[in-house]
């Protein structure tokens, strides 16, 4: 349904923003999308999230709320009635927001190392790493799922859509580096769960295609150093 009080900030390329899209794809709402610039940030992103001065910055009766994983929480609490998100057991849930927390600070970050590394030697380093974290993502994967082809279950839930909006901009980094960050033959069952993610009606209208966000990393870096000079 349209919910002309519900109103999202953002860009189509960020995962992040996608994740509220999926989100409130789940909850039957249609948000009037509003694009921010970012170069330079808006005045409204500004005065809506003056702490971080990211997106998403999700509007509900004008109110703002920022942090996707935060709106992520809220868009489940705020409407109840719709197919749940997080785990309605306390501890599935504080599994659930542990491995969020996880993703976002520690897998994310190593995953994207690799275009800040300089030199042969820098870049085999940051390689080395990443196959313990998408190993810890595997096992995680198959103990929280418990046999169920998502991590919520049956359907697509928190943590499927906190790691899967982020994989696009994973591969969109093996395309740009000419590298692999996801070796399919050591996360069999992750690389199974990527497939149903990503084929799944729900979140397929929002996750943009690899090559399509390599196109726009390169615009965007070359943009913000043509800026930076």
């Not at 084929?199 to 966000?213: A, G, R, T, Y």
């Amino acid at each position: 349904m349209t919910a002309g009080n519900v109103k999202l900030l953002g860009v189509w390329a960020s995962p992040f923003v996608n994740r509220v899209e999926i989100a409130l794809k789940i909850k039957s709402i249609d948000p009037v999308f509003i694009q921010e610039t970012l170069l330079p940030k808006s005045e409204l992103l500004l005065k809506s999230n003056p702490v971080y001065k990211k997106i998403p910055v999700l509007f509900h009766n004008e109110k703002p709320i920022c942090e996707s994983l935060v709106i992520l929480q809220y868009i489940d609490e705020a409407w109840p009635d719709g197919p749940s998100i997080l785990p309605s057991d306390p501890y599935d849930r504080a599994i659930a927001r542990f491995w969020a927390a996880y993703i976002d600070e520690k897998w994310f970050p190593m995953a994207l190392e690799f275009r800040k590394a300089e030199g042969k030697e820098a870049k085999a380093a940051v390689l080395e790493k990443i196959p313990e974290g998408n190993l810890m993502l595997e096992e995680a994967f198959i103990k929280i799922s418990k046999g169920k082809p998502f991590f919520g279950g049956d359907s697509i839930g928190y943590l499927d859509i906190v790691l899967g909006s982020l994989l696009g901009w994973v591969k969109a980094q093996e395309i740009i580096h000419e590298m692999k960050i996801l070796d399919e033959t050591k996360i069999p069952s992750l690389a199974k769960w990527d497939e149903r993610f990503c084929s799944d009606k729900v979140v397929k209208d929002f996750i943009p295609e690899p090559e399509k966000l390599a196109e726009v990393y390169r615009k965007y870096y070359n943009l913000k150093k043509a800026t930076s000079n």
